[in-house]
T-cell receptor
């Protein structure tokens, strides 16, 4: 079945450092790809998404490009802030191969800590 | 500000007891999901409803777990009897049913079974 693999954490960076969190996926069809973020004590919230190959999703300074040739969707940010400290989840959905289901398949999450 | 509401936020119970978790999805959303989050397994889908009909509960242990939507404003997840391995954070999420992949999550119910 479809699956998502993302880099193990935790990741610790200093403020203004460059961030990359790797995510690769396995899917039989053409999934849509997502990054969700979970701040401490809260539920997940959508950060960005891309629905087809070569699309770039972006939000709050974060970016990720849907690379079909490498089955990847790496998350990047040029200059992180303390407020970016959270757990980041890569996810996919593909209703066309999931019997019309809209369920999201999540990676295990990567915890990011940004120090001042 | 529309949000998914879950109760209780925290629950500590003893093994063998029944646990019921409740979720109020965002008004107008027609899909509801229950996920379980643990350190070892990450986020696991337990159940999925569209227009209150259960579509996928393959991730749910059927012998002890049950999920229902008595009406459009309430989803429930019940564990009977509970076991220590059920200790986790249970998230409810709702969506517009547009296959957009955008789900709105509640803050979760942290369950501890002693």
């Amino acid at each position: 079945g479809d699956s998502v693999t993302q880099m193990e954490g935790p990741v610790t960076l200093s403020e203004e450092a460059f961030l990359t969190i790797n995510c690769t996926y396995t899917a039989t069809g053409y999934p849509s790809l997502f990054w969700y973020v979970q701040y401490p004590g809260e539920g997940l919230q959508l950060l960005l998404k891309a629905t087809k190959a070569d699309d770039k999703g972006s939000n709050k300074g974060f970016e990720a490009t849907y690379r079909k040739e490498t089955t990847s969707f790496h998350l990047e940010k040029g200059s992180v802030q303390v407020s970016d400290s959270a757990v980041y989840f890569c996810a996919l959905t593909d209703p066309r191969t999931q019997g019309g289901s809209e369920k999201l398949v999540f990676g295990k999450g990567t915890k990011l800590t940004v120090n001042p | 500000d529309a949000r998914v509401t879950q109760t209780p936020r925290h629950k500590v119970t003893e093994m063998g007891q029944e646990v019921t978790m409740r979720c109020q999805p965002i008004l107008g959303h027609n899909t509801v999901f229950w996920y379980r989050q643990t350190m070892m397994q990450g986020l696991e889908l337990l159940a999925y409803f569209r227009n209150r009909a259960p579509l996928d509960d393959s991730g749910m242990p059927k012998d002890r777990f049950s999920a229902e939507m008595p009406d459009a404003t309430l989803a429930t997840l019940k564990i009977q009897p509970s076991e220590p391995r059920d200790s986790a954070v249970y998230f409810c999420a709702s969506g517009r049913g547009l296959f957009s992949g955008e789900l709105f999550f509640g803050e979760g119910s942290r369950l501890t079974v002693l």
